[in-house]
């Protein structure tokens, strides 16, 4: 079978480029929404990054995310796995009048979902690849994971050391992160989030 380090580079852009594109336009998409802190769960292993990935290419940075889940006995199957996320503008990019594709969800919470790549190498094979970045300017991501069960019920991965209960992804804070320049690359060789005790895994998730 196919391993994640063989996908051709088209496939992965083509994928976050889908899921840009058609959750834009079919996810909720909120100016406001209140604080994620009063938001309940009952596992805290629900739903966590196993593995991030920092890629830097075309001048720009994206964060690959494989995100793992564990159903607790008795709920329903899962029907789908993503993050709740606000794109932040620091640099001003999005300046009044930019009406450039990139600007049209800043400031905005939108659900985004996460997508199966076939048989990831060396990993779960039932793990869920998630994607947060742009090309047009260095934006911060604010949010939490969440996955929905077939039910409608969800569970949320929030953030025990922000009052918000969210989590930020910025330049800054991904600095120390696995990277890598080019699209083409294996997560098997990725550090896990709970052996690096990385903060966007608190409870150091693992299966």
């Known amino acids: 079978m196919m391993s994640f380090a063989k996908i051709p580079k088209i496939?992965?852009?083509?994928?976050?480029?889908?899921?840009t594109l058609a959750l834009a336009f079919s996810s909720l998409a909120l100016s406001s929404f209140p604080s994620f802190a009063?938001?309940?769960?009952?596992d805290a292993c629900s739903v966590w990054p196993d593995r991030?990935?920092?890629?830097?290419?075309?001048?720009?940075?994206?964060?690959?995310?494989?995100?793992h889940t564990r159903t607790p006995p008795g709920v329903a199957a899962i029907s789908e796995v993503g993050g709740r996320f606000i794109k932040h503008d620091p640099t001003g990019y999005c300046r009044p009048?930019?009406?450039?594709?990139?600007?049209?969800d800043v400031e905005k919470w939108v659900d985004l979902r996460a997508i199966v790549v076939?048989?990831?190498?060396?990993?779960?094979?039932?793990?869920?690849?998630?994607f947060l970045g742009s090309k047009a300017a260095p934006f911060q991501f604010e949010g939490v994971f969440y996955v929905q069960y077939a039910?409608?019920?969800r569970q949320w991965l929030r953030n025990p050391t922000d009052a918000s209960g969210n989590?930020?992804?910025t330049q800054e804070s991904t600095q120390s992160l696995p990277?890598?320049?080019?699209?083409?690359?294996?997560?098997?060789?990725?550090?896990?989030?709970?052996?690096?005790?990385?903060?966007?895994?608190p409870s150091r998730c693992e299966d």
């Open 52 to 67: 991030i990935l920092r890629v830097n290419s075309d001048g720009a940075s994206s964060l690959v995310f494989l995100l």
């Open 11 to 19: 496939f992965l852009l083509s994928s976050v480029r889908a899921t």
């Open 97 to 104: 009048g930019n009406t450039s594709a990139t600007c049209r």
């Open 38 to 42: 009063s938001l309940a769960h009952a």
């Open 151 to 153: 039910d409608g019920g």
């Open 179 to 201: 990277q890598t320049a080019t699209w083409e690359f294996d997560f098997s060789v990725v550090p896990r989030t709970a052996a690096i005790g990385h903060w966007s895994n």
């Open 167 to 169: 989590f930020w992804f």
């Open 118 to 130: 076939p048989n990831p190498s060396g990993v779960r094979e039932d793990s869920f690849t998630f």
